[in-house]
């Protein structure tokens, strides 16, 4: 697919180039019957090598993941060489990608679904179709489209079957389309497929500011009287009230489950668990009878830019599990969700992205965008998701970044920098002048000491003198 090969054909053809002219000495004192292949096969060469170029000189930009860790890790690099498409496969001209929390996760090498570096990251994506390979009928060149698939789309190009594209409904911008394959399915199939959402039920929505959070909050505006109780910090309440929640909590000042028992005390219909650990035991607990977790994801093992193994193995230990008896008394069920695992399923995810594309045709549902960045600026896109900043979906574009942007970039971390120097010389002083106070607190007492006990010692010789 990389179209490496390319480079080797032209080697092979320069070499039979090259061998040619040292035979040619020999077959002149022979025969005349020798010319002829010679000469075919001079003719031949010239195409080989005129063919060749073409796809050496074809190149594109890609995020590759260069190893686990940090942001940095992730490294804006250009590929060389012409894809070569097989049957069933389109080539897509990439113009917007989509974040994910798996591409965070999967940059830590916790994320199970991502090959090993060094990959090239990215489970969706919209663009432009631009070649399509033998037995595709129902796509063309031009045909604008999303696209899903396990890996490999933050790339200017991608060859996919053409059964993991989605015709861009009219009226929505590539970077609509880039937000919502992977968001919008999952929360549809978490809450109709698995959760069954009627009227009248109740849903807790954790981390309700993010890509899922939003695309379920929508989703649950689809039906009639739906009470939604969605989990982000205090800054983001406002936005994710007006966008449905209607009970938002901060999680960062309040227990959700003391908070939602006090609006709910029989507990919930329905509950999303992407944090995993100890949150999955508390999930599990706020379910009413009948009611449904599903969970779909390990957000807690994430904790900083490279693998915090206390975190991991934190949340291991509070791993949730459960006896099927206690699931027959207790009248609940526990579903698990995980849609990188359905990448085989094309005729499921399809029937699936058929209603979800009508619902936005009716003006339903809407993927709200936080932020888009390019490419090269990849390891701020993600510091801006894993530090929960994002309200929406955070985007990267393929168009190359304007040169004047990248010399502001520079600048902008130099102020950066100087403010947390400023920010740290402020709270440095801010330590000393308290410590001063404290000493200054300290050293009266003791001032005041001495003299009380200077007056007995005065008062003492003149009782002896009476």
């Known amino acids: 697919m990389s179209g490496e090969d390319a480079p080797a054909q032209q080697q092979d053809a320069v070499e ?9 000495p020999k077959t002149e004192s ?3 019957s020798t010319p002829a292949p010679a000469a075919a096969a001079a003719e031949a060469s010239p195409a080989a090598t005129e063919k060749a170029p073409e796809e050496e000189a074809f190149t594109y930009r890609a995020l590759v993941l260069t190893g686990y860790g940090g942001y940095d890790k992730v490294k804006l690099q250009v590929k060389k060489g012409k ?10 001209q990439v113009k917007a990608c989509g974040l994910n929390f798996a591409d965070l996760l999967g940059r830590q090498g916790l994320y199970d679904r991502l090959p090993s570096p060094p990959v090239t990251p990215g489970m969706e994506c919209s663009g432009v179709i631009e070649a399509v390979g033998d037995e595709v009928t129902d796509r063309k060149v031009g045909d604008k489209v999303m696209v899903m698939s396990r890996s490999g789309l933050w790339q200017e190009v991608a060859v996919v079957p053409a059964v993991q594209t989605f015709p861009i409904p009219e009226g929505m911008s590539f970077e609509e389309a880039a937000a919502l394959p992977v968001n919008y399915v999952t929360a549809y199939m978490m809450l109709f497929d698995f959760g069954n959402l009627r009227p009248n039920q109740s849903v807790l929505v954790h981390s309700a500011a993010g890509g899922v959070g939003i695309a379920a909050t929508q989703l649950c505006q689809t039906v009639k009287d739906v009470t939604v109780f969605g989990t982000a910090s205090a800054s ?11 009970h938002p909590i901060d999680y960062r000042t309040k227990d959700y489950v003391e908070e939602v028992r006090k609006i709910s005390p029989k507990g919930l219909d329905i509950i999303l ?4 650990g100890s949150d999955t035991h508390k999930a599990y607990n706020l379910l009413k009878p009948m009611g449904k977790l599903i969970a779909y994801g390990a957000a807690n093992m994430l904790a900083g830019q490279k693998k915090n193994l206390l975190a991991v193995a934190k949340n291991w230990y509070h791993q949730f599990s459960i006896h099927t008896l206690s699931l027959i ?24 992205m058929d209603i979800v594309l009508e619902l936005y045709k009716q003006g339903k549902i809407k993927p709200r965008i936080d932020s888009t960045w390019h490419l090269e600026q990849v390891g701020d896109a993600m510091r801006k998701m894993q530090e929960r900043n994002n309200i929406g979906k955070v985007i990267l574009i393929t168009e190359p970044m304007p040169e004047e942007e990248k010399k502001e970039e520079p600048k902008k971390e130099d102020k950066k920098e100087e403010k947390k120097k400023d920010d740290k010389k402020k709270d440095d002083k801010k330590k000393d002048d308290k410590k001063k106070d404290e000493a200054k607190k300290e050293e009266e007492p003791k001032k005041e000491e001495p003299k009380k006990e200077e007056e007995p010692k005065k008062e003492e010789p003149k009782k002896e003198e009476k």
């Open 16 to 24: 039979q180039k090259q061998e040619k002219p040292s035979e040619e």
């Open 30 to 32: 022979k025969t005349e």
């Open 83 to 92: 894809p070569v498409l097989k049957a069933g496969e389109v080539q897509v």
């Open 236 to 246: 983001k309440h406002e936005t994710i009230s007006q966008g449905g929640v209607t």
């Open 273 to 276: 668990d992407p944090l995993g």
């Open 329 to 352: 008394q207790g009248n609940k069920s526990v579903c698990g969700f995980h849609l990188g695992y359905l990448d085989g399923e094309t005729e499921l995810i399809s029937q699936v």
